[in-house]
């Protein structure tokens, strides 16, 4: 089945240690996105890409990376910068054709402790 | 810069009844597209339905339809008949001609009641 796929589901990081989010998609979708979901919030978005090798700043993109090597690959890292990083992260998937909608992963909610 | 504004922060509706959620947006694109998605608790993202700019039509999937008005810069969500099920977060957003990214609004907590 063609999907999306995050991972971990939860993950828990101490302070001051980086961590990485996995999202990969077998929809041969061109664009992908990164959201960051507080509690009870909308989503922000942090960094995306239209293709490989390419991507852009979202508006909260401090404290975070991203790399697009693959199409079907855009892992976020999440960066002992990133003040407040305990959040649900949500990984999105779309084609570049216009009006067509994006397709969500099922998220990551991490947790520092 | 592109905006989704959600004015209503929590919903209520009785059960069977139609309700309408706001959103209201703000671009100079004038090409752009307007979504709707369903976040159960479960956090995952559902989408409901589209309305682009040049659709002459108010977009409708199934229960839902898109109540655009493009001079107010609108894009309402009714639901119609509803069911518990519908009990959720909405979230309205905007993806641009020029942009390219995917823009959120803060959404509404919708609760249906007995």
């Known amino acids: 089945d063609g999907g999306i796929t995050q991972s971990p589901k939860y993950l828990f990081r101490k302070e001051g240690q980086n961590v990485t989010l996995s999202c990969e998609q077998n929809?041969?979708?061109?664009?992908m996105y990164w959201y960051r979901q507080d509690p009870g919030q909308g989503l922000r978005l942090i960094y995306y890409?239209?293709?490989?090798?390419?991507?852009q700043k979202g508006d909260i993109a401090e404290g975070y990376s991203v790399s697009r090597e693959k199409k079907e690959s855009f892992p976020l890292t999440v960066t002992s910068a990133q003040k407040n990083p305990t959040a649900f992260y949500l990984c999105?998937?779309?084609?570049?054709?216009?009006?067509?909608?994006?397709?969500f992963g099922q998220g990551t909610r991490l947790t520092v402790v | 810069a592109q905006k989704i504004t959600q004015t209503q922060p929590g919903m209520f509706v009785q059960e069977k009844e139609a309700v309408t959620l706001d959103c209201t947006y703000d671009?100079?694109?004038?090409?752009?597209?307007l979504f709707w998605y369903k976040q159960p608790s479960s956090g995952e993202m559902i989408f409901l339905i589209y309305q682009g700019s040049y659709d002459q039509q108010n977009a409708t999937e199934g229960r839902y339809s898109l109540n655009f008005q493009k001079a107010r810069k609108s894009a309402n969500l009714v639901i119609s008949a509803s069911q518990l099920g519908d009990s959720a977060m909405y979230f309205c957003a905007i993806l641009t001609g020029t942009a390219s990214k995917l823009t959120f609004g803060t959404g509404t907590r919708l609760q249906v009641t007995l």
């Open positions: 890409s239209q293709i490989v090798n390419d991507f």
């Open positions: 999105a998937s779309s084609r570049q054709v216009f009006g067509t909608e994006a397709f």
């Open positions: 671009t100079s694109d004038p090409s752009y597209g």
């Open positions: 929809l041969n979708h061109d664009a």
